[in-house]
């Protein structure tokens, strides 16, 4: 089992700037990628921003100039770094991980929690 332990959400004024992190620990034998989602009841999930093992990225247009994801390696942890907060940008932030198990064999996507980022105007 994988664990995904987000923090860094909050409550910004627009223009602002926060940064997620998600650490990743548990029965990992390698992260094949680590994303962002966000969550609205009128949107549902979308992607906000990806990186592979490989440091491919990937970003929604909506974010592409603001948002930066990037990972550390060495403690499985992934960044969203926000800048330029719209009140657009509020949802709930979920954290994704794709990895392949070894003891399984299989490549299992885990999520976290959520975070919440409120962006007031």
């Known amino acids: 089992q994988v664990q995904l332990a987000e923090s860094g959400g909050g409550l910004v004024q627009a223009g602002g700037s926060l940064r997620l992190s998600c650490a990743a620990s548990g029965s990992i034998s390698s992260i094949l990628a680590m994303g962002w989602y966000r969550q609205t009841p009128e949107k549902g999930r979308e992607l906000v921003a990806s990186i592979t093992s490989g440091g491919s990225t990937n970003y929604a247009d909506s974010v592409k100039g603001r948002f930066t994801i990037s990972r550390d390696s060495a403690t499985n942890t992934v960044y969203l770094s926000m800048n330029s907060l719209k009140s657009e940008d509020t949802a709930g932030y979920y954290c994704?991980?794709?990895?392949?198990?070894?003891?399984?064999?299989?490549?299992?996507?885990?999520w976290g929690q959520g975070t919440q980022v409120t962006v007031s105007s």
């Open positions: 994704n991980a794709r990895v392949f198990s070894a003891v399984s064999f299989k490549v299992l996507d885990y």
